[in-house]
């Protein structure tokens, strides 16, 4: 990103001295004026070929488990941005190829290019905090130079603007640590008592548990805190009557995979039995 500032710095030193130097000479500032076109389209493929490169990077992540789903939602974005700047480049292009005499209406296109500007911050409200005061929405062209020169510019602005902001899209997405705080072997078995010949199972695994989720657990209404080892532990006495009862459970959730808060609902089942006549 800093070869396509500094290229774009320069640019801007060659204008100024097309300023002040045209008057000297008209043929000299002509011919300045033709390679200052020429370096400004192909400052504009190099931009494009890093943009490019910055889409390809953004559409991996979305076949990459870790980041795919946040990488959907980042490189709609990205997309919608470079189609809207494709738009008003093609536009300015096409006003290129029909200049006659030099004379074009300038009011429209800084219009075109405001509306532009709402369009790329309405893609998304975190691009409008980043990038609403960017010195290439505010840019205007020089009246002194040609119009050539005035549409070229106001191309390269907006391919500076769709790098720097599908750059950002990509950054949203970063491949996320998983870092577990505990870890306990976990034990289930589907009866304690069981008659000659039936089936008793035993499921085992290894539960990892993470406090980066931020997980709150709500058990029959209660919130439980987690204890030192990442559990939370309710007990509760059975109801005194015969029957079967049921305890709801809510937890919720950072999912750092989608990058979404998420939540689980779920039920524990239990039979108070009647005690046998003593």
Do not use: H
């Not at 002040?20 to 370096?39: G, P, Q, Y």
């Amino acid at each position: 990103m800093r070869k396509l500032f500094s290229i774009t710095l320069y640019f801007i030193c060659f204008v100024s001295y097309l300023v002040f130097s045209s008057c000297s000479n008209n043929k000299k500032s002509n011919e300045l004026i033709r390679e200052m076109d020429e370096a400004l389209i192909s400052s504009n493929k190099i931009i494009d070929l890093s943009t490019q490169q910055i889409l390809r990077e953004l559409k991996n992540k979305t076949t990459e488990p870790a980041t795919m789903e946040i990488a959907k939602v980042w490189l709609q974005k990205a997309e919608q941005i470079t189609v809207l700047t494709s738009e008003l480049y093609t536009l300015l292009e096409a006003n290129k190829k029909n200049l006659i005499n030099g004379k074009v209406n300038f009011d429209y296109f800084e219009d075109q290019l405001y509306k532009y500007k709402q369009n790329i911050l309405n893609v998304d409200s975190t691009i409008r905090l980043e990038f609403e005061d960017n010195n290439e929405f505010k840019n205007k062209t020089s009246s002194t130079i040609s119009s050539l020169e005035r549409l070229t510019f106001l191309q390269n602005n907006i391919k500076i603007i769709e790098n720097k902001i599908t750059a950002y899209c990509n950054t949203k997405v970063t491949n996320p640590a998983f870092i577990f705080d505990y870890y306990r072997a976990i034990i289930f078995q589907n009866s304690t008592t069981v008659k000659a010949g039936e089936e008793l199972k035993i499921d085992a695994g290894i539960g990892a548990y993470s406090w980066s989720t931020n997980p709150e657990i709500i058990i029959n209404g209660n919130k439980i805190n987690l204890n030192e080892g990442g559990i939370a532990v309710y007990k509760i006495k059975a109801q005194n009557k015969p029957g079967d009862y049921i305890i709801p459970i809510r937890i919720s959730y950072y999912n750092q995979t989608t990058a979404k808060n998420e939540f689980y609902n779920g039920q524990v089942k239990y039979t108070v039995v009647k005690p046998c006549d003593q």
